[in-house]
């Protein structure tokens, strides 16, 4: 069965950096596009980043524009979530998730996408 993979997450200090990891199984992950998640206490989880099939498009939402970047490796079936810059509001559980998709579109909605990970926590400090 499809398996996504969270790591890297864990407490940081404002302005420090973070890399999160989506180890993917399961599934021919070149057919997949993947997204970054996140979801904060008492908030509604959004789309952080998305990137198509190839890594060759991306989006971002705005309040992490300039400080995140997602990237892919098809090769090794992992997704990347860099994370630089990092503010007390970023904190959240972070979630992957994949969805079967064409090569080239990009989707930031949840409801776009089949599969998610456990999530990994995402502490920051002031």
């Known amino acids: 069965q499809v398996q996504l993979v969270e790591s890297g997450g864990g407490l940081v200090q404002a302005g420090g950096s973070l890399r999160l990891s989506c180890a993917a199984s399961?599934?021919?992950?070149?057919?997949?596009?993947m997204g970054w998640f996140r979801q904060a206490r008492g908030k509604e989880r959004e789309c952080v980043a998305a990137?198509?099939?190839?890594?060759?498009?991306?989006n971002y939402a705005d309040s992490v524009k300039g400080r995140f970047t997602i990237s892919r490796d098809n090769a090794k079936n992992t997704a990347t979530l860099e994370m630089n810059s990092l503010k007390p509001e970023d904190t959240a559980v972070y979630y992957c998730?994949?969805?079967?998709?064409?090569?080239?579109?990009?989707?930031?909605?949840?409801?776009?996408?089949?599969?998610w990970g456990q999530g990994t926590q995402v502490p920051v400090s002031s």
């Open positions: 998730a994949a969805r079967r998709a064409t090569w080239s579109t990009v989707a930031s909605s949840q409801n776009d996408y089949g599969y």
């Open positions: 399961g599934l021919t992950f070149s057919m997949y596009g």
């Open positions: 990137v198509n099939r190839g890594g060759t498009s991306t």
